[in-house]
Structures are given as C-alpha cells and as structure tokens.
C-alpha cells in the first residue's frame, strides 16, 4: 500500500541556516509527490510537486525539493530559512481516484 | 481565482445541534474533498466527491452527512455530534487529472460542547 513517513517530528533550526525535512514513499509505480506547509489554525498550503521528470522540483518561498528514487526519496530543502518558515510540513503522495496520503508532518521552529 | 473559501471560521455547537459547514471553490474543479484535522495530527481523508457525486466515504459517522449541491459548493452537515469530533475541518478542491494537486481552503474550526 502507498505510504509516506517523515521520520522527523519536530526540528529546529536557526535563521538563516540551511534546512533539509525528510520524505520516504512507499509506492510501486512513479508516485505523484508534494510538499504543503500548513500554518497554526490554517489551511494547507501548496509548496512543490512532483510527477516526472527533472527530479529537481522548484517551489515557492524558496523551496525546493529533490526526488530520489533509489532512496524513495523527496526530500525538502531550503539554503537559508525565515522566521516566517515556521509552520508544520507534510509529504504526501496521491494515490488514485485522486485520494491523498499525508506524512505524519514535521513541525518546524526557527531558532533567532 | 485559486481561492477555496470555507465558512465559517469558527463553530461551536452542543451535542443536540445541527449545523453545516460551507466550501466553494470556482477554479472549475469537479473533484471536492473534506478532511478532518485533529491538533498536532495529518489530515485524515473523510469524503470525496467527482462530478458531485460521491466517490469515497472513509468509513465517515452517519453524523456528518456530505452535500454537494453543484460543482462550486460542498456542504458537510452535521448532527448529534460528540465532543470528539473537534477538530479542524478542511475543504479541498482539485482537477481529476491523475495527480493533480489540491487546493485547501482555510479551514472551520469546530468545537463540540
């Protein structure tokens, strides 16, 4: 069955430092992957995705993400975080009939 | 317009109330979810509705019955609902291409008395 794991639950890095949130899928064909970032009391958020090819995806606010398939992999990167980066971050990937499959999140807070 | 507008913001109702929650979308997307959030948790997929019909219902209490009177509205009503199902509710709208991402409104924050 299609899964995603953030082995991850909460991390803490300084402003300006750079960032690295860890995805792992489990999934049998090319998964569709993406990133959200959810703010406290808000909606979710559409960072990057990924369906195929370059597996360099670039996305908002400066994120990007790189897809791996040898490691089933879509780790989330940024070289330098905000204080405003700090929110929850869920992996997820979409199954068919459109069914979304989130990580259990990483929550993370950014140190002055 | 890539807006999913969920009202309202807040709710707070007792155990004999009914109440709905309202989602509109007007991206044109003919798929249309709702999930629930518990604190510090994922969103758990509660019903998916293509071509406003209903596609998926993840085993979801009678208690909450989904509406989707047209292609830019989903409704989620609720009834004789218990103290555990405060949450955050979320709405979501997207494409039925394969893969296509959601789009998420902002979200009803429901409190059970």
């Known amino acids: 069955a299609q899964s995603v794991t953030q082995p991850d639950i909460h991390i803490t890095v300084s402003e300006g430092a750079s960032l690295e949130l860890r995805c792992n899928y489990s999934?049998?064909?090319?998964?569709?992957l993406f990133w959200y970032v959810q703010s406290p009391g808000q909606g979710l958020q559409l960072l990057l995705k990924?369906?195929?090819?370059?597996?360099l995806v670039q996305g908002i606010k400066g994120f990007e993400a790189e897809f791996k398939r040898s490691q089933s992999s879509f780790n989330l990167r940024k070289p330098s975080v905000h204080w405003s980066d700090a929110a929850e971050y869920f992996c997820a990937v979409v199954r068919s009939a459109s069914k979304i499959i989130f990580g259990s999140g990483t929550r993370l807070s950014i140190r002055p | 317009d890539t807006e999913v507008t969920q009202t309202p913001k807040h709710l707070v109702m007792g155990m004999t109330n009914k109440k709905s929650l309202k989602c509109e979308q007007h991206m044109g997307h003919r798929a249309m979810y709702w999930y629930k959030q518990k604190a510090k948790k994922p969103p758990e997929l509660m019903f998916v509705y293509s071509y406003e019909k209903l596609s998926i219902n993840e085993s979801v209490p009678s208690r909450f019955s989904p509406e989707c009177p047209n292609s830019s509205l989903l409704n989620l009503h609720l009834h004789a609902l218990q103290p555990e199902d405060s949450a955050l509710y979320l709405c979501?709208?997207?494409?039925?291409?394969?893969?296509?991402?959601?789009?998420f409104g902002q979200g009803t924050r429901l409190t059970v008395v």
């Open positions: 979501a709208s997207s494409g039925l291409t394969e893969g296509t991402e959601a789009f």
């Open positions: 999934y049998g064909a090319t998964p569709y």
């Open positions: 990924y369906f195929s090819g370059d597996t």
